[in-house]
T-cell receptor, first 115, second 113 residues
Framework: GAVVSQHPSWVICKSGTSVKIECRSL??????MFWYRQFPKQSLMLMAT?????????EQGVEKDKFLINHASLTLSTLTVTSAHPEDSSFYIC???????????FGPGTRLLVL | QKEVEQDPGPLSVPEGAIVSLNCTYS??????FMWYRQYSRKGPELLMY????GNKEDGRFTAQVDKSSKYISLFIRDSQPSDSATYLC?????????????FGKGTLLTVNP
């Protein structure tokens, strides 16, 4: 149980375009979802926390207008990187917590490369 | 000083060795402690979850928490090549923290056959 999926697993895009990443909890309802970014050989850095039906809470230094998060249902959250630039190239990972859980379950990650 | 300190390694051991991984922290509000395993280009996988000081064992893995010293450890017995991965410690304040985790930098472990 507690499976989280992400789509796509990797994406290459041109600078200036927008990219949408989906995060789904497959076998549980996620009251809270988290989005992280991980650069090579670095730890996970929390970008934002989202609760179903409400606006996401962004960490300090994360531009909310650039990283749009939508948590439309209890099983789906999306992260849209708007006007992507090469410095946005990174590994984006989501996680989710269920109603009866105290721990985060992570998705497999999405590797974004902006050319 | 960062909230969570973890030696990034790399750590290389022969198969069958006992591995010790450690993290220290400065925030006394941390109440929950986790160890995640992350294979290359994959998301983290929860290995151990502990709340109180003391030891917790699960198969070949033992997690140890010493809140008085603000120090946590993960021991891997009879290490296998399949244990080769990055191990991340993570901590949570609990209460009204909304489950927010603070991660260590991760320790890269290689178990050689």
């Amino acid at each position: 149980g507690a499976v989280v999926s992400q789509h796509p697993s990797w994406v290459i895009c041109k600078s200036g375009t927008s990219v949408k990443i989906e995060c789904r909890s497959l076998d549980f309802q996620a009251t809270t979802m988290f989005w992280y970014r991980q650069f090579p050989k670095q730890s996970l850095m929390l970008m934002a926390t989202s609760n179903e039906g409400s606006k996401a809470t962004y960490e300090q230094g994360v531009e909310k207008d650039k990283f749009l998060i939508n948590h439309a249902s209890l099983t789906l959250s999306t992260l849209t990187v708007t006007s992507a630039h090469p410095e946005d190239s990174s590994f984006y990972i989501c996680s989710a917590i269920g109603m009866k859980s105290e721990t985060q379950y992570f998705g497999p990650g999405t590797r974004l490369l902006v050319l | 000083q960062k909230e969570v300190e973890q030696d990034p390694g790399p750590l290389s051991v022969p198969e069958g060795a006992i591995v010790s991984l450690n993290c220290t922290y400065s925030n006394s509000a941390f109440q929950y402690f986790m160890w995640y395993r992350q294979y290359s280009r994959k998301g983290p996988e929860l290995l151990m979850y502990t709340y109180s000081s003391g030891n917790k064992e699960d198969g070949r893995f033992t997690a140890q928490v010493d809140k008085s010293s603000k120090y946590i450890s993960l021991f891997i017995r009879d290490s296998q090549p399949s244990d080769s991965a990055t191990y991340l410690c993570a901590m949570e304040e609990g209460g009204g923290s909304n489950y927010k985790l603070t991660f260590g930098k991760g320790t890269l472990l290689t178990v050689n056959p």
